[in-house]
């Protein structure tokens, strides 16, 4: 639902507007000459990416043995991948003319690891394996701060944000999901756009409701009064500036001449709508908006949730699928629509994957590497990056008996493409990723997702 036009900008307890907009006004860019974004979907829960990304080819029986015919995606189902022996659920359909444009990539068994690690090594070494394996909160939190033995206080991305102020930028970091890890820096704090926050109302500066008129004049009366102490003081500047903040943000966020909503479509036409679609049309919108803001480097991060399917998987899976493939189709279009389709790259994250054997329940529980999906103008196209795991159960891929497979690329060289990207330095990675040295080198190093 869009922002009430009568209302600033929600506000998140414990978060002030002040702390981000001279972020997004100040922002410059480092090394691209031009205008970057990278949008983080982040699908809480655990999406089970052995449904997302199929192989077609002799592997397909493998699959289909181990998966059960409960939740194995019938062969002449998958939408293929052209040029590839892949394919995609098909309610990821969407996504197959984003690839035959050439502008979506698939980074295979991708997760959180301290260092490279085999089955063996699994099995002999628990000092090795990530903190708290399997466990959502704690692999959650792994992701986002690309933390291995244990969970860090700041995000990836928030690191990513403090590095660019370090190197004379702001760069604007906006969560449109709420209170996000990921986002959280030393000096680089998120903007928290959501629709259930606290609210200044009443501020709406065209309202001629005379008691509309009575609240703005009593409001800045207070706020323009001299204060009594230093504390005061700089209360009333941060309200002060909110206020400012939040009516520059509306306007971009709700004006009637956006090119965003009439963009935000399906592949058939039809408007995509919904949390998620709020979500990342907000994005749009703010993306659109760039040049007001001054924003030329930008991190955003938009979640969808229900992905924990241990029972009865197949038709919710579908579901949350289809939802995801119309709202990043609807994200990409209009980010061509803005012209911008080369500037900003969409990539996913999620608690980890399932095992690639089901359950009793005609569900999946919980496992380790995932597969996910990059979408972007910028990409060098048609790309699988990474390994595909080897399907065989209790295989030497699986760290269990039932297809929980040990990720081969990790964290570091999924996100640090994308940091890299955007703008930071080589030389500011170990800052953004702590474990960056055991990744980067030795024939390690970020995945070649980039043009």
């Known amino acids: 639902m869009p922002i009430n036009r009568r209302e600033v900008l929600q506000l998140v307890t414990g978060a002030s507007l002040t702390a981000f907009m001279p972020s997004m006004v100040r922002a410059q860019t480092v090394g691209s000459g031009g205008y970057r974004a990278i ?24 699959y289909a ?16 991948l052209n040029g590839t022996a892949f394919g995609v659920h098909p309610s990821l359909a969407p996504l197959a003319p984003i690839w035959d444009e050439g502008a979506l990539n698939w980074v295979f068994n991708t997760g959180p690891l301290l260092q490279p690690l085999t089955r063996e090594l699994y099995e002999s070494r628990p000092d090795l394996r990530p903190a708290n394996l399997f466990s959502h909160d704690a692999q959650q939190n792994l992701w986002q701060t690309a933390g291995t033995t ?32 990921a986002m959280i820096g030393q000096r680089n704090n998120p903007l928290l756009i959501s629709g259930s926050n606290l609210r200044l109302s009443g501020q709406d500066p065209t309202s001629t409701d005379a008691d509309d008129i009575a609240r703005r004049a009593a409001y800045q009366a207070m706020l323009n009064a001299t204060q009594a102490s230093t504390l005061g003081e700089l209360s009333a500047a941060i309200m002060r500036r909110d206020i400012d903040a939040g009516a520059q943000l509306d306007i971009i966020l709700n004006s009637d001449g956006s090119a965003v909503d009439a963009a935000f479509v399906d592949p058939q036409g039809n408007q995509v709508t919904g949390s998620l679609a709020d979500q990342l049309r907000r994005v ?74 089901g359950n009793g329940s005609a569900g999946s529980d919980h ?80 995945v070649d997702l980039f043009a």
Not at 69 to 75: D, E, F, K, V
Not at 343 to 351: G, I, Q, R, Y
Request: proline share 5%; net charge neutral.
């Open 367 to 446: 496992a380790w590497g995932g597969h996910h999906f990059v979408v972007g103008g910028g990409l060098k196209p048609n790309q699988l990056l990474g390994s595909f795991p080897n399907l065989a159960m209790g295989g030497p891929d699986d760290a269990r008996t039932n297809g929980r497979w040990i990720p081969s690329t990790s964290i570091e060289e999924y996100g640090g493409a994308l940091a890299r990207w955007l703008g930071v330095a080589d030389a500011d990675m170990p800052y953004v990723f702590p474990n960056w040295s055991t990744w980067n080198g030795g024939g390690r190093g970020p």
């Open 39 to 62: 949008v983080t979907l982040f699908l809480y829960g655990g999406n089970d990416s052995n449904n997302a990304i199929i192989p077609m080819d002799g592997r397909y029986t493998d």
């Open 150 to 181: 244990s969970e860090l206080p700041t995000g990836w991305l928030g690191r990513v944000g403090d590095q660019l102020a370090d190197a004379g930028v702001q760069a604007g970091s906006v969560s449109l999901s709420g209170a996000q890890r």
């Open 284 to 357: 749009a919108r703010l993306i659109e908006g760039r040049t007001q803001l001054n924003a030329t480097t930008q991190s955003f991060i938009v979640a969808t949730g229900g992905f924990d399917n241990h029972r009865n998987q197949a038709g919710t899976h579908a579901g949350l699928l289809a939802n995801v493939g119309r709202c990043v189709y609807a994200f990409y279009n209009t980010l061509k629509v803005l012209g911008v389709q080369n500037d900003v790259a969409l990539f996913s994250m999620s608690d980890f994957n399932r095992p690639l054997g």
């Open 65 to 80: 043995s181990a998966r059960g015919g409960a939740i194995a995606i019938p062969q002449n189902d998958v939408v293929p």
